[in-house]
T-cell receptor
């Protein structure tokens, strides 16, 4: 079955730096891949969607890449701020349309 | 416009007792999801509705869990009887289109503690 793998260790960076989070998947290439932000005690909030035929998507300080050869998506936050501190979830769905989430990676941006 | 509304926010029950969660999705969203999220894990899909029809319910423990979506709008998720391992956050989400081809909007979730 398809699995989504995200680094379980927290990522600590200094304010102003670029944060890069990784999402790896096994088996088939998903038709869609999404990134969500989740704050403690809250539901996930949608950030970006990328399709399998797209290599890159941008939104303000956010950028997502999709490499079907490496079976990997990278999520970048440029000029990071302490307010960006949260858990970031990767989610994918293939032909079955059953959404599968990774466990998320915690990002901590230090002032 | 209000987002996805869930109630209650918190629930503490003794094992073997029943419990129900309620979800009001965003108006016009045909697709509704129930997820369970354990601590330190990502959301796991329990069931997806397209209007009134339940699809993708393969991960719903049908011996104790049940769900319904009346008139294709509000939905309830029930557990009877609850077990200690059911302690988790139960999230409801809705979207306009098929999973992940459009963004999903999540509610704040119901934190269930079974003691």
């Amino acid at each position: 079955s398809q699995k989504i793998e995200q680094n379980s260790e927290a990522l600590n960076i200094q304010e102003g730096k670029t944060a890069t989070l990784t999402c790896n998947y096994t088996n088939y290439s998903p038709a869609y891949l999404q990134w969500y932000r989740q704050d403690p005690g809250r539901g996930p909030v949608f950030l970006l969607l990328i399709r399998e035929n797209e290599k890159e998507k941008r939104k303000e300080r956010l950028k997502v890449t999709f490499d079907t050869t490496l079976k990997q998506s990278l999520f970048h936050i440029t000029a990071s701020q302490p307010a960006d501190s949260a858990t970031y979830l990767c989610a994918q769905a293939g032909g079955s349309y059953i959404p599968t989430f990774g466990r998320g990676t915690s990002l901590i941006v230090h002032p | 416009e209000a987002g996805v509304v869930q109630s209650p926010r918190y629930k503490i029950i003794e094992k073997k007792q029943p419990v129900a969660f309620w979800c009001n999705p965003i108006s016009g969203h045909n697709t509704l999801y129930w997820y369970r999220q354990n601590l330190g894990q990502g959301p796991e899909l329990l069931i997806r509705y397209e209007n009134e029809e339940a699809v993708d319910d393969s991960q719903l423990p049908k011996d104790r869990f049940s769900a319904e979506r009346l008139k294709g709008v509000d939905s309830t998720l029930k557990i009877q009887p609850a077990e200690l391992g059911d302690s988790a956050v139960y999230l409801c989400a809705s979207s306009l289109g098929p999973p992940l081809s459009t963004e999903a909007f999540f509610g704040q979730g119901t934190r269930l503690t079974v003691v």
